[in-house]
């Protein structure tokens, strides 16, 4: 193993939180005007008794007592970037049969993999707002997972949650809204983990735009930024917005998340103590683990006693060799700057989620495919070019999943305008326009990442990303459509050939239908100026144009959008001879025939889970392009409060026809049917007052002992060591100097610490705490809402009712959604009933005074109706 370089070593051990210790007074004095985020320490450690984990927590005892400290660390350090077949790999415990587990992206399936499927890009699952859907989606990329040997797969995402619509991951999550995402997050996570497989929530947590998320990626586009970006929200906006959808998955039992890359109020995503250790795993009573986004830690001991239990991908950045953890996590136990306690929560979290999976010893899945090649033979170990063997066995693990895929996909599309074209039924003569509709010449995998836009759009780039398996674009099976109804059928798959279209659209009996897209991503690809993040909002290719031109001349034109979010379409959508515009968002392998299945009514559409403004600036929000602070870190002050999308749309263009009103409002989408919704009732229940949570928790356990001779962990002689590889042995035995260059060294954790940071004593517990979620009373059920939906229409067709409730106040958003479900297959003329149950975090706000959730004595007000606007139907909640 190589000694540990200066630099790395002064950062690894003990370099505290900068926003809450360690700094010296000048540097304190030009940070205290910026947003600070307090400390929050000790870490909380497991609850033995946690609902739903008390099994998993059983088994990784018996385990973890087994350990030795080493065999501990291994478990919580990455073997370092492209060291093992996974984007992330922790070492093995060969001596009790446990492989090195895996950790593979991503949020809509495997990523670097083969014979996958490639599901819908959450943003238009989201659009399904259906939870057997999102559920159903879980189980088979946990499946897959499964199949594949991978044992944490990295989603779903829930930040970024959408705070700005030119946000380039927006559509890795589930649409603009805290309770849409909480929902979606939660199903999304229950399906992967009944799969046997590890969720992983993540980024947590206000990871809202991809400029400056790292500082090095910055200085590769000219930003000389030190530090990355820092979030700045206020207490109460980070409850009730950014933290709430991981609180519904927490609840769900989810076994891990991710620690963003940005700062929040000052203080790295990784290392903030009030974050992880205070509203995580205090309040929310969080029992898996914290997994490190890859380079996001960016300290040693101070990570761990911040709430940190893994380090991804284990180097301090990609390929040095160095790790933050590693060997330094060995010697900061060893020299009790990291308690014993926390190191064994760290692995305790780990193992419990392992187990609570129900995952074992016995049927564990050797990792089967290797990230980086496809080929069936190569290097194990590719960072170190070492160890050549079959290391891809072409599992083939899609299943039926493609049918799965091809119905959500389908769900998930929106019509936003239909003047009465849709569905088609046997057209005589169909032109379909646009390179968006056809294939990329370099094939569906040509560009690494999906990072290009040439042909159909069907999915976003960066890691949330796979291969496709193949991908039925809108030409292919639109064609075939055509082919068994009798239609003619011509495409022009080019953007450039107006003189050809104009030729072809013009033809009697034609409808036109023109694709354009306009994509996103994620920051480590740049594509023509999106660095991640959008740019603008306006189509791409020329789109907006290629839309005017054949509206211009063809009044049968359906215009079919695949953008990874709103896109400005007030230009055009009012032409009348637009007959028709169709979201068809991000659908992945299955993209035209879930087109085409909502073109012909075969199924039935969503609705759009963000609001469609009618400028960039009608938002009210934006990405920060250029950097606000110097050479430091970039502030981006969340001063909207919990005002996004559609909470900002009503509060500042409540009516139609005010200025910056939408042109489609969240939640909205055109169906097959016509519901009317009647017989609104409120039912009140009786349930007890809210008590916050007190006493104390019991005393930090330890499984096990280890001992404080430096030599029982010296680099053993009979392994081989493998470069760039992070190892838990440490780099030298032979003094006191071993992590020589640390300025925290021989120190105690009281002089780079809060007081009280490694106190394994009981402590306090939180009063909104309580259970995986927060405090059990949060879902006491204080109201059920039931109402009459009749189909007046004449087809059937889903419907989706969607509960708002204005919880009063000031300063307080106009509704905020509290309710939703999709219900399917409503005939003409047939009545259902819908019934929501509000509980009482629905009916909450989150006081900063309290630290608790409180029910606030303003007037209350419940609305049901089909959309974020389209409310019929009201009632005071007494
Ligand atoms: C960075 C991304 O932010 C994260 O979502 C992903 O899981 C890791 N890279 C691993 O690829």
Same mark, same amino acid.
């Given at each position: 193993m190589k000694p540990l370089s200066l630099v790395a070593a002064a950062l690894l051990a003990a370099v505290a939180d900068a926003s809450t210790i360690g700094e010296d007074h000048k540097a304190l004095d030009a940070r205290a005007k910026l947003a600070y985020s307090p400390p929050h320490y000790p870490s909380p450690w497991m609850d033995p008794q946690a609902h739903g984990w008390e099994d998993a927590y059983a088994k990784a005892k018996a385990f973890v007592s087994q350990l030795t400290l080493l065999e501990k660390v291994n478990i919580t350090t990455g073997t370092g970037w492209m060291s093992g077949p996974c984007v992330g790999n922790v070492g093995a415990v060969p001596r009790l049969g446990l492989k090195a587990l895996c950790m593979q992206d991503g949020p809509l399936g495997l990523r670097f993999s083969d014979y996958n499927s490639a599901f819908p890009v959450a943003v238009t699952s989201g659009a399904t707002w259906s939870k057997h859907l999102w559920r159903d989606r879980g189980k088979a990329m946990g499946e897959e997972a499964k199949g594949k040997g991978v044992d944490v797969l990295l989603g779903p995402v829930a930040g970024p949650i959408g705070r700005a619509?030119?946000?380039?991951?927006?559509?890795?999550?589930?649409?603009?809204?805290?309770?849409?995402?909480?929902?979606?997050?939660?199903?999304?996570?229950?399906?992967?983990?009944?799969?046997?497989?590890?969720?992983?929530?993540?980024?947590?947590i206000a990871n809202e735009q991809e400029h400056f998320r790292q500082a090095g990626e910055s200085h590769d586009r000219g930003f000389n930024i030190s530090e990355s970006l820092s979030s700045n929200i206020d207490d109460k906006t980070m409850h009730e917005l950014y933290a709430w959808p991981f609180a519904d998955a927490v609840k769900a039992g989810v076994g891990s998340i991710m620690c963003s890359y940005n700062q929040i109020n000052n203080s790295y995503g990784c290392q903030?103590?009030?974050?992880?250790?205070?509203?995580?795993?205090?309040?929310?009573? =969080?029992?898996?683990?914290?997994?490190?986004?890859?380079?996001?830690?960016?300290?040693?001991?101070?990570?761990?006693?911040?709430?940190?239990?893994?380090t991804m991908p284990g180097d301090t950045s990609f390929n040095t060799g160095y790790s933050y953890w590693g060997g330094n996590l060995t010697l900061g136990v060893i020299n009790g700057t990291v308690p014993e306690w926390r190191i064994d929560d760290m692995?305790?979290?780990?193992?419990?989620?392992?187990?609570?999976?129900?995952?074992?010893?016995?049927?564990?899945?050797?990792?089967?495919?290797?990230?980086?090649?496809?080929?069936?033979?190569?290097?194990?170990?590719?960072?170190?070019q070492e160890n050549w063997g079959l290391i891809n066995q072409q599992?083939?693990?899609?299943?039926?999943?493609?049918?799965?895929?091809?119905?959500?996909?389908?769900?998930?599309?929106?019509?936003?305008?239909?003047?009465?074209?849709?569905?088609?039924?046997?057209?005589?003569?169909?032109?379909?326009?646009?390179?968006?509709?056809?294939?990329?010449?370099?094939?569906?995998?040509g560009c690494p990442n999906r990072g290009c836009d040439d042909g159909t759009m069907a999915m976003i780039w960066g890691s949330g990303?796979?291969?496709?398996?193949?991908?039925?674009?809108?030409?292919?099976?639109?064609q075939a459509q055509a082919i068994k109804d009798g239609t003619r059928y011509e495409s022009v798959l080019t953007n450039y050939a107006w003189a050809e279209t104009k030729a072809l659209i013009t033809q009697p009996n034609v409808t036109a239908?023109?694709?354009?897209?306009?994509?996103?991503?994620?920051?480590?690809?740049?594509?023509?100026?999106?660095a991640g993040d959008r740019k603008n909002l306006t189509l791409w290719k020329n789109g907006d144009d290629l839309i005017k031109n054949v509206s211009s001349v063809n009044p049968y034109t359906i215009v079919v959008l695949h953008t990874a979010g709103p896109v400005l379409v007030t230009d055009w959508y009012n032409n009348p001879n637009i007959t028709a515009i169709v979201w068809a968002g991000m659908p992945g392998q299955e993209s035209g025939n879930s087109l085409t299945d909502i073109l012909y009514g075969k199924t039935s559409p969503g609705r759009s889970p963000f609001t469609w403004g009618p400028t960039r600036e009608s938002y009210g929000t934006d990405v920060m392009y250029k950097p606000n602070n110097g050479d430091d870190a970039p502030q981006d002050d969340f001063t909207e409060g919990v005002f996004i999308d559609h909470r900002h749309f009503d509060k500042v263009a409540p009516k139609k026809g005010d200025k910056g009103a939408p042109i489609y409002e969240f939640g909205f989408g055109l169906s097959w049917g016509e519901f009317k919704y009647s017989q609104l009732s409120?039912?009140?229940?009786?349930?007890?007052?809210?008590?916050?949570?007190?006493?104390?928790?019991?005393?930090?356990?330890?499984?096990?002992?280890?001992?404080?001779?430096?030599?029982?962990?010296? =680099?053993?002689k009979g392994i081989r060591y493998i470069y760039q590889w992070i190892y838990p042995w440490l780099n030298t035995t032979t003094s006191g100097k071993a992590a020589s260059g640390d300025p925290y060294y021989g120190k105690t954790a009281k002089e780079f610490l809060p007081p009280g940071a490694i106190?394994?004593?009981?402590?306090?517990?939180?009063?909104?705490?309580?259970?995986?979620?927060?405090?059990?009373?949060?879902?006491?059920?204080?109201?059920?809402?039931?109402?009459?939906i009749t189909n007046t229409g004449s087809r059937t067709s889903d419907e989706v009712p969607q509960v708002y409730v204005s919880l009063g106040g000031k300063g307080e958003p106009v509704r905020v959604l509290r309710g939703f479900e999709r219900i399917e297959r409503i005939a003409p003329g047939q009545s259902v009933q819908f019934r929501a149950e509000l509980t009482r975090r629905d009916l909450s706000n989150w006081d900063v005074d309290s630290q608790n959730w409180v029910v606030t004595k303003e007037p209350k007000t419940v609305f049901v109706g089909s959309s974020s606007r389209n409310l019929p139907l009201k009632a005071r909640l007494d």
């Open positions: 619509p030119e946000g380039g991951r927006n559509a890795e999550g589930f649409g603009a809204d805290p309770y849409l995402q909480g929902q979606a997050l939660a199903s999304t996570s229950v399906g992967i983990q009944e799969a046997g497989v590890v969720a992983c929530a993540k980024h947590y903030n103590s009030k974050l992880l250790n205070g509203i995580l795993k205090g309040e929310m009573g =969080f029992q898996g683990f914290v997994m490190s986004d890859w380079q996001a830690q960016h300290a040693g001991a101070a990570t761990a006693a911040a709430g940190l239990d893994m692995v305790m979290r780990i193992m419990a989620a392992y187990f609570k999976v129900g995952r074992t010893l016995e049927n564990q899945v050797p990792t089967n495919f290797n990230s980086w090649t496809r080929d069936s033979y190569g290097w194990e170990d590719q960072a170190a599992v083939d693990v899609r299943a039926n999943h493609a049918n799965h895929i091809r119905e959500s996909a389908a769900k998930g599309t929106v019509i936003l305008k239909n003047s009465g074209v849709l569905p088609l039924t046997k057209p005589k003569f169909v032109a379909v326009v646009g390179e968006d509709a056809g294939p990329n010449p370099k094939g569906p995998n990303t796979s291969e496709f398996p193949y991908l039925i674009t809108p030409d292919n099976a639109l239908i023109v694709f354009a897209n306009a994509g996103g991503g994620e920051g480590f690809i740049d594509l023509d100026g999106n409120v039912q009140k229940h009786n349930v007890r007052p809210y008590q916050p949570t007190t006493g104390k928790t019991i005393k930090a356990p330890e499984f096990g002992n280890f001992s404080t001779d430096l030599k029982d962990y010296a =680099f053993p106190d394994g004593s009981p402590q306090p517990r939180q009063g909104a705490s309580g259970a995986p979620g927060g405090n059990r009373q949060l879902w006491d059920v204080l109201y059920t809402v039931n109402c009459i």
